[in-house]
């Protein structure tokens, strides 16, 4: 069995799906690994590295391959390199990627998007949102702490005391929280506010000032926030302008995947801001929290420079690789079974709703409903038969317990 760990070719890609030292967790399983030529080496990882961890470093990695690995989804000229019954595991956003998904169907490839393991806590080791939001959320600080002109911390020095900045957070989900606790290492006075009831309690916890508008929470499901109607998010920009007019920067981070995030912060209410003041849009990819921020640029709104995040893990490869690598090692683990023998088997269980619910294509056909309609239309596809488990490759039930898991990148 055969693990091929693919090279990333889109721009701006700097992580890998897997790093030397998980490659033992999956030779463990039972699994030869095989890694393209170069895979590692803008998050710093040579082909050395992959070699003396046990894999094979292989132009032809892909020949042979029970599972193909990338962080993201695998360009058309891979894919049509794979053979058919090839599994494939990458993140995978549907909605923007209905040519790569049609390719895959015609491929007989099935695949699995990271995205869209369900919100359960048995899946949570295997939550590449979650990994990659902690890594996002940390650059946003340092970001932002690079571009303001401005020490974060409180100084008290003989010449004289320098305030703390002023820091404001939207969005108290995995890369918020992140963001607010790097500010607050970082010495900076930080308040933040979330339309969730229990981000309260983890803003606090993290030394933040939790910003209370006095409005409905937005309690939705899998942990999101539900959407909003126009006249509350009107009445919480006005709510939330004297906190960003006051703020040295302002970091916002509220997006839910597959949707455009949502508009949080007008330009009037930037316009507002100190000479010198600085926002970092995370959510600027999907749309962006602030008006007029541009993924992967810095641009001016008044007085302030609006730094619009552009694949931010990237930005920080060697630690986001090795979160991703993780999840994608669990991930494995859980398609992995035993055979009479306590030899691993790549058996997939689709019984299995962390396996059911992230997989797209499979057999030829679309088995994720949303995709199949929006690209094939409503007509419903022929039923998908589920293997019986045999003596020979029988997977380990586990608990199944939703978790709130907060709403963030």
């Not at 552009?310 to 859980?334: C, I």
């Amino acid at each position: 069995m055969r693990i091929a760990v693919a090279k990333e070719t889109r721009d701006g890609e700097s992580r890998v799906a897997m790093v030397p030292e998980l490659v033992g967790k999956l030779t463990g399983l039972g699994y030869d690994v095989a890694v393209e030529p170069g895979a590692g080496l803008h998050a710093l990882i040579s082909d050395e590295e992959y070699t003396a961890a046990g894999a094979v470093v292989d132009v032809a990695a892909f020949e042979g391959a029970d599972l193909v690995v990338s962080v993201q989804p695998l360009s058309i000229a891979q894919i049509r390199d794979l053979a058919r019954g090839t599994t494939t595991i990458s993140f995978l956003p549907v909605g923007q990627e209905q040519q790569t998904v049609v390719e895959l169907r015609d491929a007989g490839v099935t695949s699995h998007a990271v995205e869209l393991i369900p919100r359960i806590s048995r899946a949570q080791s295997m939550d590449g949102l979650s990994s990659q939001a902690l890594v996002a959320g940390y650059r946003c600080a340092i970001v932002a702490a690079g571009m303001l002109r401005r020490f974060f911390p409180l100084n008290m020095t003989a010449a004289g005391t320098v305030q703390a900045a002023e820091i404001v957070v939207l969005g108290a989900g995995v890369a918020g929280l992140q963001a607010i606790a790097t500010a607050k290492r970082l010495g900076a006075v930080v308040r933040a506010y979330d339309v969730r009831a229990a981000a309260a309690e983890e803003i606090r916890s993290m030394g933040a000032k939790s910003i209370d508008l006095d409005l409905e929470t937005l309690e939705g499901t899998g942990g999101y926030a539900r959407e909003m109607t126009d006249d509350r998010a009107a009445r919480q920009r006005q709510l939330l302008t004297p906190y960003i007019a006051s703020a040295d920067a302002l970091i916002t981070t509220a997006a839910v995947p597959g949707r455009p995030a949502p508009m949080l912060v007008t330009r009037e209410m930037v316009e507002q801001m100190k000479p010198g003041s600085v926002v970092v849009d995370l959510a600027a990819e999907s749309g962006g929290n602030v008006e007029g921020s541009v993924a992967g640029e810095v641009v001016r709104i008044g007085n302030a420079q609006v730094w619009g995040g552009r694949n931010v893990p990237s930005q920080m490869p060697g630690p986001a690789s090795r979160l991703y690598a993780q999840n994608v090692v669990n991930l494995v683990t859980l398609m992995t079974a035993e055979d009479d023998e306590g030899n691993g088997v790549f058996s997939p269980d689709y019984a299995d709703e962390i396996l059911s619910g992230s997989c797209v294509t499979q057999d030829g056909r679309i088995v994720h409903e949303p995709t199949r309609e929006a690209i094939e239309g409503t007509s419903e596809p022929e039923p998908t038969e589920t293997p019986e488990p045999t003596a020979a490759a029988v997977p380990v039930e586990q608990p199944d317990v939703p978790y709130d898991q907060e709403a963030d990148q």
